[in-house]
């Protein structure tokens, strides 16, 4: 604990990375007044002259064991993932605080922002870094869901939860309010009372969470690389997109333009990067589809963003 805090200046504020929070399900639609139940702050830090980040968790009306057991539950996901190359690897923990401090390994180029860019000035990726930041995310999420003895959830995919090292490679993080499925069933029932903005459909109808809820949770980003602005920003603007491809499958060119992020267009791509576009619009689309049965399974998207990135 000693080393943590002096490693982070007794996590001073100059320091802080990245905050994020997750709210009272009873309240999270009421926008005007939701609870935070649970947040961490990523801290920047140094040990043995080595970078890091260290995970510190606060609560406010959960209780600290309650709160606790995320933070180990973030720890026994992490152990697992932290062999894939694009999960950020967690280091170590500390247990001497009331709730463990995790320690990860450092990445240079900080969290995405919630309009797929970095940096505090906000800045945009070249479209190639988008796709490929898309491309290698799906393998982890693939990963995730196959790899383990049972499936997990991540449940939390959104850019507050991707940092990006120093050559712009994804770093998943964040399994704290992941979910396992129970032997011999296809689905999880939720086990918290907290959850992330970026709700799924059947969650909002019947609490249970499957592999496709990640999908659905990664469509969303997809727009937000493709949109360049925010889950809230653009979720009604595109619905009429959504309801038209999922009804006719058939791209609407106008509304394409006119909700495309300027910066990939200004880009000298040629004929074959706004193919690109179209078809990582395309499967943004089917990942959103409100039936989870109707949505690909995560291995098909990985396999699709690898034929779209291998298209030029």
């Known amino acids: 604990m000693e080393e943590i805090i002096t490693a982070t200046n007794n996590f001073d504020s100059t320091h802080i990375m990245q905050n994020c929070a997750f709210h009272n399900k009873e309240t999270i639609f009421d926008m005007d007044d939701y609870i935070v139940d649970l947040n961490y702050d990523m801290y920047k830090g140094y040990l043995d002259d080595r970078p890091i980040i260290v995970k ?40 001497e605080f009331p709730i463990p401090a995790l320690v990860h390994e450092y990445a240079a180029n900080g969290v995405l ?4 860019g970095f940096g505090a000035d906000e800045e945009f990726l070249p479209w190639k870094i988008r796709l490929r930041i898309a491309k290698q995310l799906a393998n982890a999420l693939t990963y995730l869901h196959t790899a383990l003895l049972r499936p997990v ?9 991707i940092f990006l090292d120093h050559n712009f490679v994804p770093k998943l993080s964040n399994f704290s309010v992941s979910i396992t499925i129970p032997p011999h069933q296809s689905y999880a029932s939720d086990d918290t009372d907290i959850m992330s903005l970026y709700c799924v459909p059947e969650y ?21 690389f493709l949109t360049g602005k925010s889950a809230k920003a653009i979720s009604w603007k595109i619905r009429p997109l959504i309801y038209s491809y999922v009804r006719e499958h058939v791209l609407n060119e106008q509304m394409i333009t006119k909700i495309m992020d300027p910066n990939i267009f200004s880009e000298e791509g040629g004929d074959g990067q706004a193919q690109q576009v179209k078809a990582f619009l395309a499967l943004a689309l089917t990942c959103l589809r409100w039936k989870g049965e109707e949505r690909p399974d995560m291995i098909d998207v990985a396999k699709e963003l690898m034929r779209i990135d291998k298209s030029i």
């Open 56 to 95: 510190k968790f606060m609560y406010s009306s959960l209780e600290e064991d309650k709160a606790r057991s995320y933070a180990i539950r973030d720890i026994v996901i992490a152990t697992q993932m932290s062999n894939h190359n694009n999960v950020l690897k967690l280091l170590g923990c500390c247990l």
């Open 113 to 116: 922002n919630d309009k797929g």
């Open 153 to 161: 959830i991540h449940r939390d995919i959104r850019p507050s939860s």
């Open 204 to 224: 909002l109808e019947s609490c249970s969470v499957t592999e496709k809820s990640d999908v659905y949770s990664f469509g969303m980003l997809l727009l937000i």
